[in-house]
């Protein structure tokens, strides 16, 4: 079983299943990507889609997000309010999952943005100008 898994609350953990379900696929997409845009060096369709404002925003403020997102999410799907509940039993609640993942994607990225701006950008200058 994926160690991460164990962590997770046993609602979230039951979606995920063993070796991450769709957030293992995701993580295997987003690889393909990578390999795609290293191994390709001329200009292509995916590498101008890649190199879109939107997209270098969110890979600028990526690590932020990762570190906000799980607390979020967890403090979201156990506090938010029920529309977002998307477990009952053994069933998935499918219009629940999408606004939880919705509302979960646009308060990770407007916190872990908060958290660039206030955190990473100070870090990173002090260390180009202790160099």
Known sequence: ????????????????????????AVSMWCCGAMV???AERRSTWYS??????????????S??????HY???IA????????????SGDTVNWMGLVLYTIVC???????????YQLLERRVIRSRASAT
Do not use: H, K
């Not at 690590?63 to 906000?68: H, N, R």
């Not at 979201?76 to 477990?87: A, E």
């Open 76 to 87: 979201i799907y156990r506090r938010g309010p029920s529309i977002l509940r998307w477990n």
């Open 48 to 61: 101008q889609f890649l190199s879109t404002r939107a997209l270098v925003f969110v890979g600028t403020i």
């Open 1 to 24: 079983m994926d160690a991460g898994v164990t962590f997770l609350p046993e609602e979230v953990a039951r979606f995920f299943g063993p070796w991450g379900g769709p957030g293992f």
């Open 71 to 73: 607390p979020i999410s």
């Open 63 to 68: 690590y932020s997000v990762y570190l906000w």
């Open 105 to 115: 994607a646009v308060v990770s990225i407007g916190v872990g943005w908060i958290s």
């Open 36 to 38: 795609l845009c290293v």
